[in-house]
């Protein structure tokens, strides 16, 4: 899942950094994607709670998270994401 800002528009360079937690510890690592790297979907509650200027970081992250549903399963529905359009 995706997770954005919800109150600031993207900087002109922005930057997407991802945190992966190691399973059953305590140990969070940082993650540096390819440009290009697919992204899952975004935090269904985002679209919901952003402010107008974080409305930006759709344009940002919306080919990115294309390139990420081939590798969800067919069956995949949730309320916890949302579709960017």
């Known amino acids: ?15 997407i950094w991802v945190i992966g ?31 107008e200027e974080a409305r930006e970081w759709e344009g940002v992250v919306a080919d990115r998270i294309r390139l990420f549903q081939p590798f969800l399963p067919e069956s995949h529905t949730t309320g916890d994401i949302v579709e960017l359009d």
């Not at 899942?1 to 930057?15: D, E, K």
């Not at 059953?24 to 709670?49: D, T």
């Open 21 to 51: 937690r190691i399973a059953s510890k305590e140990h969070f690592v940082q993650v540096n994607l390819q440009e290009g790297s697919p992204l899952p979907p975004v935090y269904a509650l985002w679209r919901s709670h952003r402010s």
């Open 1 to 15: 899942m995706t997770f954005l800002p919800y109150n600031t528009a993207p900087p002109a360079r922005p930057s």
